[in-house]
């Protein structure tokens, strides 16, 4: 997970919450990353989701520092992640995931997620998991 030496990690909003626990081996590899001088972000769409809690209102101020940048959503975005869910299993509540995939693809990001499982499906459309 934390083998990235250059380049863009964004973070899924579970990984997020998982690196706010500071013993974790996700804090570590962020930790790593940071040294690296890897930049690191998130989606609005995974920021939307970490925001929707639960959540310690005091830890939104230091996850927002901890993620950079918190980049938009674009019409680009939007048609890869159609693209995404029409050409994988075409569940409603993947619909977020394919979003969440999409906006990484797009910014040739590594995508820090929980839910390796979920996002394994858009490995064919260019996804690397971190």
Known sequence: MAG??????????NFLVAVLDVVGKESNALQKWVQLGTKIQISAIA???????????????????LVGTVEPFTE????LASELFNGTVRRPRS?????????AIRRQALLAT?????FRKFAEFDLRLA
């Not at 920021?47 to 996850?63: H, I, Q, R, T």
């Not at 680009?76 to 048609?79: G, N």
């Not at 619909?95 to 906006?103: E, F, K, R, S, T």
């Open 114 to 118: 929980l839910n390796v499982r979920d």
């Open 95 to 103: 619909h977020v995931d394919c979003m969440i995939a999409a906006h």
């Open 47 to 65: 920021w939307s989701e970490y925001l929707c809690g639960p959540l310690d209102p005091a830890m939104v101020s230091l996850a927002r520092k």
């Open 4 to 13: 990235v030496s250059t380049g863009l990690v964004e973070l899924d909003s």
């Open 76 to 79: 680009e975005d939007a048609e």
